[in-house]
Every structure is written in C-alpha cells, then in structure tokens.
C-alpha cells in the first residue's frame, strides 16, 4: 500500500491548540456562568425566606385574631412563639404533640422538639447539619431595644435592679395586642432571621451567641454599651464560646433560637452577658442585609448599614421614635 | 444486602448539589469518656487555684467558661450528680459545688450544669438555666 492511500484513508482529528482552545472557552463561559447562576439562586433564596417571614407574619394575625392578642415570647415554661403558632402554619398535628405544661427539653416534647417544620428554615442558610432530636430554625420574634432578657426585677439587691422593661412586642409571658403598638404596626418589627450556629463550643464561629459574663468590663450597662462590646470582641477566642445551640431546637422560646434584640445594629456579634443581660440581633446569609417582618404582615429587607437609631425604633412598639429610613 | 443503584447515589448527589439536601444529623463532638475526664481535668484545676487563663494555655488547652471561675472565686469541693447524658453534641453533667464565701461567711453551695465537647477543642461551658 502506497503511502498515498493511507493518507486518504485517515480521519484528521483536533490538534492539542485547537482541544485547549475549546476548553478555555468552554470554562470561560462556565465561569460567567456560575456566579450569575449563583446570583439568580440566591435571589430566589431571599424570596422564599421573605415568603417564610409573611407566612408567620399572617400567623401572628391569625393568632391575634382568635386569642385577642400577640402569643407570649416565650411561655413560663420557655416555650416558644414558634410552638404557639403552629396551628396557623397547617401544622396542627405537631402542635397536638407538644405539652405547654412541660419544658422545652421535657420527654413529654420530644416528637415535638424533633419535627421540621420548612417554614422555620431559611435556604440561603446551608447549614443544615442539626444535633439528633432537635429540629432548626432560622426566625426570631422582636424582643425589643432593650438588653434584659427576663422581666425587671423586684428583688433589692438584683444586680438588674432599675433596668427598662423589654419594649418589643414579645417577652417572657407577654400578651400584647396590636392596638398597644402606639408606634403603629408599620413601625415595629416582629419577626427577622438569624443563621444557624454550629452546635460546638469548642468551634469559634460569628453566627454564635458569645458568653461575657460579668469579667471586668464586659457587662453593658446599656445598648449603647452592648454596642461597643460586642465590635470590639475577638470571636475567635474560644474562651468567649458559651452558646453554640443556636437556631435549634425552634420549640425552646430562648435568646438564641427564637428571640432576638434591637439592641445592636445587625450582624453585630451576639452576646449574652449573665446574669440577665443579653444582645443577640439578627444576621443572615443574604447579600447585604436582613428580612424583617413588620406587625403589620408586611416584610421588608433591611440593608445591613441601616443606622443604629432607625434599628432600635423598629425594636420598641411604643417608643415614640420616628423612622426616617 | 442491596448495593445502593448508581442512579440513586447520583441522584442524592444532584440534590445534594441542588441545595435540596434537607436537615441532616450532627454527630457527637465528643465520647462519654472523654467528656468526662476533661470535666474533671477543668473542676480539678479550678480548685487547684489555676486561672481560666492558664487553663486555656494548657497541654491540652481547656476551656471551661464559668462567671465565677473567670472572677476568681475559689472552688473548694464539687461532686458529680450523674453519669451525663447527651445534649446537643456534648455530654450535659450535672455538678454541686462548694463555693468559698465572702470573708468571714459560710462556703456558697451551688448546683449546675457543664456542657463538654471535646472535638476539635475541649470546652467546658456553664448552661444557662438548667438544672
């Protein structure tokens, strides 16, 4: 055979260039693609959270409706508004489950306390790794601008003893109806987010709530004070771990799983400051801000730089702030 | 026993990928064994007079997170309630402690509970509210 046929008979394939060419395109366009997609994703992410946010915001109403006020921020037994909600949110059936006269880490609640419930949980928080038997949550009720956790105290010698009342629509036992709101229902925050935590104390993580306790100049007297604490805190000592049980389980009406503060600006460090004394605040993994839903039903996005003043009047109910943002 | 399909494994995968994965469970940060001598380790050294500081600059480091240890209050005797049990990802042990008192007054007795993990670092932590 001459070489001539052979010639004729071979097929010409890609050189090495014209292969390399191809595949630089190729992950060029990849690369334009993926954060558009992530971008798209993402938005739509923010719009199921919001949608999550104004389904609780028409429970809230429903409950209103049928028991003539707000339910408590927590119950006397530390249960949550979460858990007094359930009914409105179609899920009855866990709401059966649980037993208001036990605590939230009761035998008598753990079906309860292990059932997800898709409303409480955010997409754009990925993580979705929760410990055995409990059930996550991402949304928090408004407890106000304040920084006591409990009620004020009555007792000489308290060393919370003179602090302001929580101002937010739910507290411990509060039963508030939404003719009290003399800020007006468009003015005050119900409801926003917060990421979930990690679980470990021996893990440093910002989406934790950092333990202060009473050291040396670490105890705020006021917001303004829980303020400058928590900016100035290295969250990376792990000396300031104290609770890492963030965002579970929802049944447990507590500072770091379904209540939080107007106290500080949001994605502020959230820090509790024993005894009585806490600042924890919303946070998210939205670009740039947070979802809040208004008394009113309504939610809005909050853009992370909104100013301190304008935060802490979306906290209080009847402040008498106005909002000019 | 049946090997999973290769369909079903690309499939969880894809889902995975989706951002569809739903709640998954946690494991334990720590053994009961483990959890246990680090409690230990932590009660011992505070009633030894070693500071929360020097604790944590240990070999291995702990972190035990109490308001009155951090204060320097001194621990004069503790006893272990119960064997722990499971909460969260550590071991929850309920303790009582002697406290010493403010000068010329009776040792403070107080009961509490410890939350311990001990992966990826040993912390010790004072839970809130309970027992």
């Not at chain 2, 320097?72 to 303790?95: A, W």
Request: aromatic share 8%; net charge positive; proline share 6%.
């Amino acid at each position: 055979m001459s070489r001539n046929m052979v010639r004729g008979y071979s097929r010409r394939g890609f050189t090495l260039i014209e292969l390399l060419v191809v595949i630089a395109i190729i992950a060029i366009l990849v690369g334009l693609l993926v954060p558009a997609v992530q971008k798209v994703r993402e938005a739509a992410n923010r719009m199921s959270c919001s949608n999550n946010l104004k389904q609780m915001g028409l429970a809230l109403h429903n409950f209103h409706g049928s028991q003539g006020c707000l339910p408590s921020g927590r119950t006397a037994v530390s249960l949550s508004v979460h858990a007094q909600l359930l009914p409105h949110l179609e899920q009855d059936n866990i709401f059966k489950q649980i037993d208001f006269t036990q605590a939230w880490n009761s035998a008598a609640n753990a079906n309860a306390r292990a059932a997800v419930v898709k409303t409480f949980l955010c997409p754009s928080d990925n993580f979705n790794a929760i410990p055995a038997g409990w059930a996550g949550n991402n949304y928090r009720v408004n407890q106000g601008s304040g920084i006591l956790w409990g009620l004020p105290p009555s007792a000489a010698g308290d060393p919370n003893m003179g602090m302001p009342a929580p101002n937010g629509p739910f507290f411990l036992n509060s039963k508030m109806r939404l003719t009290d709101m003399t800020d007006g229902t468009s003015n005050t925050a119900a409801l926003s987010e917060h990421r979930k935590g990690d679980f470990n104390n021996g893990i440093s993580s910002v989406s934790d709530t950092f333990y202060l306790g009473q050291v040396k100049g670490l105890y705020p007297a006021n917001a303004d004070e829980a303020q400058t604490i928590a900016d100035s805190l290295d969250a990376n000592n792990l000396l300031y771990q104290g609770m890492s049980d963030v965002g579970a389980p929802w049944i447990y009406g507590y500072h770091s799983t379904t209540v939080y503060f107007h106290a500080t600006r949001p994605f502020s460090k959230s820090c509790m400051y024993p005894p009585g004394r806490i600042a924890t605040t919303a946070d998210s993994n939205h670009s740039g801000g947070v979802n809040v839903a208004l008394c009113d039903g309504s939610v809005r996005f909050v853009p992370q730089s909104v100013s301190l003043p304008a935060w802490r009047a979306l906290g209080s109910a009847s402040g008498g702030e106005v909002i000019n943002e | 026993m049946n090997k999973p399909s290769r369909f079903g494994v690309v499939g969880l995968l894809l889902c995975q990928l989706a951002g569809c994965g739903g709640q998954s469970v946690m494991e334990l940060a720590t053994t009961p064994d483990e959890a246990k001598s680090t409690l230990v380790q932590a009660l011992d050294a505070w009633k030894n007079g070693t500071s929360q500081k020097d604790l944590s600059e240990g070999k291995p480091p702990v972190f035990l997170q109490d308001p009155l240890f951090a204060r320097g209050v001194p621990l004069q005797g503790y006893t272990m309630e119960n064997e722990g049990k499971v909460v969260g990802t550590g071991m929850s042990y309920i303790i009582n402690q002697k406290l010493k008192g403010d000068a010329g007054k009776e040792a403070k007795a107080r009961r509490v509970a410890y939350r311990v993990v001990t992966r990826p670092n040993r912390a010790v932590t004072l839970e809130e509210g309970i027992p």
